[in-house]
């Protein structure tokens, strides 16, 4: 019996932020732990013990991990059934732009694992449904394709669970080791039962706050988190742009003063260019379209999307406004991943103003610390791409910063003025000393707050 009280190991499918995140930790706990990834590129650099993320903490522990024989990935499920008592399924669910979400990875991993299951001598194996679904896929798009592959039926030949993760890129190990719920939805109480004694097992001493309820309660809980924390950040920018069309408004007091309210409380109230990522907006509108289609009125929905784009594209206004036009200006945007600590682009506001800079006819230098690759694939050669910060200021009319990078906070004014061709900035996520750059002759717009001169 290992310290988890498991007698056999964990499978994860899908080596994503969650999936391998998740593996690593297990298996520093470890749990013998076995990544399923149809990546091989992925795989290859997992096993010669290489992170294929960018994520604080995750190399180290996953060099030491794979070095030590507790992690495996491989490309295909193989013998892994036998070999497990959990797996757990942590692939992407991408959704359009109209929100109908994708499941064609759910799908394929609910198939592989009922056909391990099909041809394996493990009795009830308990599948572990982390990716974010909608209310009823786990029961009704999962459970019947493991057990019509598999041939078992759920609560006898195998058990299944929901449970939504709630980590933060960036700080997804940190996350994953201290999580501040649990959440499991099952059918069955003795599959619940399973899992909870496994995290008990595994985060002993501490006690995490957990609820054991429906499949459905378990996919809207994580639903409704991510749409709420989207709608304080929404909220807290539709007060930005009030405060930019008072006399003297400053939405960072605002947010203070909201934030000591204990009902309100201080997080996700920093206003700026909003919300990106690969979950918050996809979730949003995975919510709004099942919400739709079940005739739920969704204006509150569309309010948060609405003042998300808004507020990417004010940014754009400003510059316009600030240059009198952008039609061969040249203008640096500095930072490109969806916020700090991450080289992952997936729906930051860097790439639509970007592509808005570009469409009004504007030349863009742009510059990250970790997301220039990414941004390549996405940008190609529209865009200059600055290695350096000071590079990227070189010759330009304007910079935006988009994403509040540490290193932007310092930009030193008298490097501003001898670089640029004019000093205008938009500081889209507040993090400049304002006041003491327009005393050094430097326009700057900080977005939530009324500056007449900017
Ligand atoms: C989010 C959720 O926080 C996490 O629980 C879920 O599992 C996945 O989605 P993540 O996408 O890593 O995590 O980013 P998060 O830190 O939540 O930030 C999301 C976006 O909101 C970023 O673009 C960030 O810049 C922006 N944001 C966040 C704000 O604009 N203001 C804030 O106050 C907070």
Redesign the pocket.
């Known amino acids: 019996m290992l310290a988890s009280g498991l007698s056999r190991g964990v499978g994860v499918i899908g080596a994503g932020y969650v999936g391998l995140t998740l593996s690593v930790f297990l298996a520093s706990k470890g749990v013998k732990t076995i990544c399923v990834e149809k990546d091989r590129v992925k795989v290859r650099k997992i096993m010669d013990g290489v992170s294929p993320i960018h994520e604080q903490g995750l190399p180290e522990l996953l060099h030491h991990v794979v070095r030590n024989g507790v992690l495996e990935a491989r490309d295909e499920i193989g013998d892994m059934m036998e070999r497990v008592e959990i797996v757990f399924i942590t692939v992407g669910t991408p959704t359009g732009s109209d929100g109908v979400p994708d499941l064609s990875q759910v799908k394929e991993a609910s198939r592989q694992v009922g056909e391990a299951m099909s041809t394996s001598r493990a009795a009830r194996p308990l599948i572990v449904v982390k990716s974010?679904v909608l209310p009823g896929t786990t029961w009704h798009v999962v459970r019947p394709i493991i057990e019509e592959v598999s041939g078992r039926s759920c609560g006898d030949g195998f058990h299944l669970c929901v449970n939504p993760?709630?980590?933060?890129?960036?700080s997804?190990l940190q996350?994953t080791m201290n999580p501040d719920r649990i959440i499991i939805g099952a059918k069955h109480s003795e599959a619940a039962e399973r899992l909870k004694k496994f995290y008990e097992a595994l985060y002993h001493p501490s006690k995490i706050p957990t609820i054991i309820t429906t499949p459905t309660n378990a996919e809207l809980i994580?639903l409704a988190?991510?749409a709420y924390?989207?709608l304080?950040?929404s909220f807290?920018?539709l007060i930005s742009q009030i405060c930019e069309a008072t006399e003297d408004g400053d939405v960072g007091v605002i947010a203070e003063g909201l934030g000591l309210d204990p009902r309100i409380g201080p997080?996700?109230?920093?206003?700026?260019?909003?919300?990106?990522?690969?979950?918050?907006p996809k979730?949003l509108r995975a919510l709004r379209w099942f919400a739709a289609s079940r005739g739920v009125d969704t204006s509150l929905l569309e309010a948060i999307i609405g003042i998300n784009r808004a507020q990417r594209l004010r940014a754009v206004e400003k510059a316009e406004s600030m240059l009198g036009g952008l039609s061969g200006k040249r203008v640096a945007v500095l930072g490109l991943a969806?916020?700090p600590g991450?080289d992952d682009i997936r729906e930051?506001?860097s790439i639509d103003i970007i592509r808005e800079l570009l469409a009004r006819g504007a030349e863009v230098r742009v510059h990250d610390p970790a997301a220039l690759e990414n941004a390549r694939q996405v940008l190609g050669e529209s865009v200059t791409y600055c290695s350096g910060l000071y590079e990227c200021l070189n010759g330009a009319d304007l910079a935006i910063i988009a994403?509040?990078w540490p290193e932007y906070a310092d930009i030193d004014p008298s490097t501003i003025k001898s670089l640029m061709r004019k000093t205008l900035i938009i500081d889209g996520?507040r993090i400049l000393n304002t006041r003491r750059l327009m005393e050094e002759g430097i326009r700057v717009h900080t977005v939530g707050l009324h500056n007449p001169l900017a």
């Not at 993760?165 to 960036?170: D, K």
């Open positions: 974010t993760e709630f980590l933060r890129e960036g997804a996350d994580k988190t991510n924390l989207a304080k950040i807290i920018n997080l996700f109230l920093r206003a700026g260019l909003g919300f990106g990522g690969s979950c918050l979730d969806f916020k991450t930051a506001a994403t509040e996520r």
